[in-house]
């Protein structure tokens, strides 16, 4: 098992449900429709990829590699360009934010990629 991204995993996960709480409730009504989309959209990625950081993790305890280790950074990354983008556009409302949505979103394939490679030539 590796610790660090079953832990990383944790606290991104716990750090998911309170951007999640703190957008349905502190939000609700200072932010438009549109931008309540978008965050809501930023937490769900970033639980789901919260949960694939744990699953990296777990499956090491299988036999660690480096492509296991790579979709562990990837989905860290993807996390925080794909969601730290949508967060903050929802908030400014910033349209050149945007843009580095989709740099978080190769991440997340990435590391989908890397982690089914890695789970199938584990040592």
């Known amino acids: 098992m590796n610790r660090t991204f079953v832990a990383i995993g944790a606290w991104a ?37 919260a949960l694939a950081l744990i699953a990296v993790g777990l499956a090491a305890a299988q036999g660690e590699n480096r492509l296991l280790r790579a979709s562990g950074w990837l989905f860290l990354a993807g996390i925080l ?20 949505t989709p740099l978080g979103g190769l991440c997340f394939l990435g590391g989908w990629a890397t982690f089914a490679l890695g789970v199938s030539r584990r040592t």
Do not use: P
């Not at 999640?20 to 990625?45: C, I, M, N, P």
């Not at 983008?85 to 050149?96: K, N, V, W």
């Open 81 to 100: 360009l794909f969601g730290g983008s949508l967060y903050a556009l929802a908030l400014t409302d910033r349209r050149i934010l945007g843009a580095i």
């Open 13 to 49: 996960a716990f750090v998911a449900v309170a951007l999640g709480a703190f957008g349905t409730h502190a939000l609700r009504g200072k932010l438009s429709l549109v931008d309540l989309e978008v965050w809501r959209t930023a937490v769900q990625y970033h639980l789901i990829h």
